[in-house]
């Protein structure tokens, strides 16, 4: 009863002090401290609410037996982090927004393909995944290869239509300039029209890193090898080992925002002139 109270007033506590951050001057460390405090406050209503409330483990375990076998577990889930995550989510990933940024580049330069391509990337991106997996998987087999197969149909039309979209963003006046320069389409191309379109492209990369990783997990439920991400929760779940199935959860939640975080990273860097990371509005 003790501890239940005493997390209810920790985030009381912690909200008060969000509140007084958000009145400072913007810092890195303010930044960093809000989500900190509500992802502890979050931790310590859930352990005390199934302690307090006697919830059982099969419905919601407590964060504490989710971090002990999360330690325990440490060799099976790295094994399924390197089966769905780096051979299933991030090859696909790879394959999947290369494939588009090719394909954007021919349907930028060809009207009429981009008039044939784009509507069906619209109907097809409209497709659930839940019935592209198991097609894919039935071609391609039960390995990694499937698995990064979906994970490429996913991410492919989200760079497509995001890099056409950004390639049409030049201004006239621009291309004008360009064209009194007499510059080629090429040359147009890599120093006006490709310049202005990253902040689109890294948008739908942005956007991708979840659809890789959802993908990747969503297609192991129709067949893949004994390891990953989707399989040890497919199989975990029957048997009632919630705790493995939230640790599995853990390592897909700090892969995803690692993977983000990346792709954010890499913005900053290749688009470092771009108002919006120069804290321009």
């Known amino acids: ?21 958000a009145r400072q001057n913007e810092s890195r460390v303010l930044n960093v401290l809000p989500p900190i405090l509500f992802g502890v406050s979050v931790i310590f209503i859930w352990e005390a609410s199934v302690l307090h409330f006697e919830v059982s483990p099969v419905i919601l ?8 076998k999360f330690i325990s577990s440490v060799p099976i ?11 299933g989510a991030l090859s696909g990933y790879l394959m999947g927004c290369g494939a588009a ?3 954007s580049l021919i349907a930028d330069k060809f009207k009429f393909f981009e008039r044939g391509i784009l509507p069906i990337g619209n109907f097809l991106a409209a497709m659930p995944i ?24 996913m991410v492919f039309f989200p760079i497509l239509v995001n890099t056409v979209q950004g390639m049409k963003m030049s201004d006239k006046i621009h291309r004008d300039l360009m064209q009194t320069y007499n510059a080629s389409y090429f040359q147009t191309l890599l120093k006006l029209r490709l310049s202005t379109a990253m902040p689109f492209i890294f948008n739908g990369l942005k956007i991708c890193t979840t659809l890789a990783l959802i993908g990747a997990i969503v297609a192991e439920f129709f067949g893949s090898p004994i390891r990953g991400m989707g399989f040890r929760i497919s199989t975990e779940a029957p048997r009632f080992a919630l705790d493995m199935v939230w640790a599995e959860i853990t390592v897909a939640a700090i892969a995803g925002s690692l993977f983000y975080g990346g792709v954010v990273l890499l913005e900053k860097w290749i688009t470092f002139w771009h108002p919006s990371q120069r804290g321009r509005v």
Request: glycine share 8%; aromatic share 24%.
């Open 130 to 153: 839940i019935g592209i997996a198991p097609i894919l998987v039935m071609w391609y087999g039960y390995g990694w290869q499937s698995k990064a197969a979906v994970v490429a149909v």
């Open 101 to 103: 940024f090719a394909v």
């Open 1 to 21: 009863m003790a501890y239940f109270w005493g997390a209810i007033v920790f985030w009381i506590l912690a909200w008060l002090v969000n509140i007084w951050i």
């Open 61 to 68: 375990p407590p964060p504490s037996a989710i971090y002990f």
């Open 77 to 87: 889930l790295w094994g399924d982090f390197v089966q769905t995550v780096i051979k």
